[in-house]
């Protein structure tokens, strides 16, 4: 499960957060791209362990809030940029199959909730 290892590294992340402007962070907005090979429930369900990592951190508290991202293809042929929840290969709009895929394996920190200390 490498979930357990991202779990780590996004508590390491945070506690330097935490450490550098002296807040507590109380909860972490996270977005994983659905074809980035994390799981969103072994994510979640490994966060417990990897804070569990760090006593006395201050993330006993902190709660994960995933979103799932959308796949972004963008049209070869007439330039646009589209949203769909799979693969697609044939724009909605100029009906030629040259879309490709520009985004869907991300895993990003989009923004924390922190309260000062």
């Known amino acids: ?27 972490a907005h996270i977005c994983v791209g659905m074809l980035s090979g994390i799981d969103p429930e072994a994510l979640q369900f490994a966060w417990e362990p990897a804070v569990e990592n760090f006593p006395g951190s201050g993330l006993d508290k902190c709660r994960l809030d ?39 394996s991300e895993f990003l920190l989009e923004s924390i909730e922190v309260e000062n200390v």
């Open 1 to 27: 499960m490498h979930e357990l290892s991202i779990a780590t590294a996004l508590a390491e992340t945070l506690i330097g957060y935490m450490q550098e402007h002296k807040v507590t962070v109380s909860c």
């Open 66 to 104: 995933i979103r799932m991202a959308r796949l972004k293809h963008h049209c070869r042929n007439c330039g646009g940029d589209f949203e769909f929840d799979s693969w697609q290969i044939e724009c909605p709009e100029c009906k030629c199959e040259s879309l490709s895929r520009s985004s869907g």
